[in-house]
């Protein structure tokens, strides 16, 4: 049964339910939706081939147990009935199917908690918020099932053996429980994605720092490569190619060595200042902070006083 094109919300994980007027409440009982199925259309089929996968279940529809017949609110041996009632049967239908879908909650679940969180990425945000919308209505569905459901679908099921067959109002009962657990190892696994980002960012963090580590050291380098490259280039600037020991005009080469040297001095010199500045100006940003530190420890011991 395929759902309307226009009913569907793309930005919403709620979809239309399928419902059966067997219950108390004016709503009826819900049929649930196989979770991680088609999310545009609602299988009976596949419902029905969940519930014939369990034994019992087949045994209850195929007569192996005494036939009962209703009786106003309750049910009474009836050797002539062949089928289970409609109300037993559609209450024993839904929990099997709340059943299913909670365990195929809690296999999803385990598998981000224990083998995708490993590698933490933003998509598992996503799944967890998406697991997490799918559990709450899961239990708030058990908890209407199990709340209206007619007192005759229990009193069927009291004649019938109860090692047999379950009760699957109490059956509902046992899942809002297991649920609730799910619940918790759920928000677990949130505070689990949490610290595996954390880390995540800390080892980017730390990778960060090791390729600035990598690129002062370029750096520092690159700096000693101009201290030797920046005065040759601006003695060949000055003089170029007028030497006398190249092309028997200009200078002397010995004048271009002194200027060199002088403008190899210089240079050092000015890295010298530059260095001594810097190291002078952090000294003072040291000794403002201890300041402004020791004033307003200052400050708070003289309020504790006052006070």
């Known amino acids: 049964m395929k759902f309307p094109y226009d009913i569907l919300d793309k930005n919403s994980r709620s979809f239309p339910t399928l ?10 009982v819900e049929l649930p939706r196989l979770l991680f199925e088609y999310q545009d259309r609602h299988s009976v ?5 969940i519930f014939c996968q369990h034994s019992w279940h087949r045994d209850a529809l195929f007569g192996l147990y005494s036939p009962i017949e209703r009786t106003r609110l309750s049910y009474t041996l009836n050797r002539k009935a062949q089928v289970i009632p409609a109300y037993p049967f559609i209450y ?35 799944e967890l918020h998406d697991r997490r919308e799918d559990l709450a209505s899961l239990r708030d569905g ?17 004649c019938l053996a109860p090692d047999l067959v379950r009760d699957p109002i109490e059956h509902l009962k046992h899942l ?8 918790g190892f759920l928000m677990e696994t949130f505070q689990l ?24 050291r370029r750096g520092s380098r690159l700096t000693l490569l101009a201290f030797v490259y920046v005065p040759l280039s601006f003695v060949t600037g000055i003089f170029g190619m007028n030497i006398q020991q190249i092309n028997s005009s200009g200078l002397n080469i010995s004048v271009c060595l002194i200027v060199a ?7 050092l010199l000015l890295f010298w200042l530059v260095k001594l500045y810097g190291d002078w100006n952090q000294e003072n940003i040291s000794i403002s902070q201890k300041i402004l530190s020791l004033t307003h420890r200052a400050k708070l011991e003289r309020e504790e006083k006052m006070v």
Do not use: H
């Open 45 to 49: 089929f596949e419902n029905l081939k």
């Open 193 to 216: 994605f949490m610290s595996s980002i954390s880390v995540q960012d800390s080892r980017l963090s730390l990778e960060q720092s090791r390729l600035s580590i990598e690129q002062a």
């Open 142 to 158: 058990l908890t209407e099932t199990s709340t209206w459901a007619p007192p005759s679908v229990r009193s069927y099921f009291r």
């Open 176 to 183: 809002a429980m297991a649920a609730a657990e799910l619940q």
């Open 261 to 267: 040297a002088v403008a190899g001095f210089v240079t």
């Open 92 to 126: 024993l239908w839904t929990s099997c199917l709340w059943e299913e879908n909670l365990k195929r909650l809690k296999k999803d679940i385990k598998r981000i908690s224990f083998r995708e969180i490993r590698d933490p990425k933003l998509e598992i945000n996503t």
């Open 19 to 28: 419902r059966f007027p067997n219950s108390t409440s004016r709503g009826g």
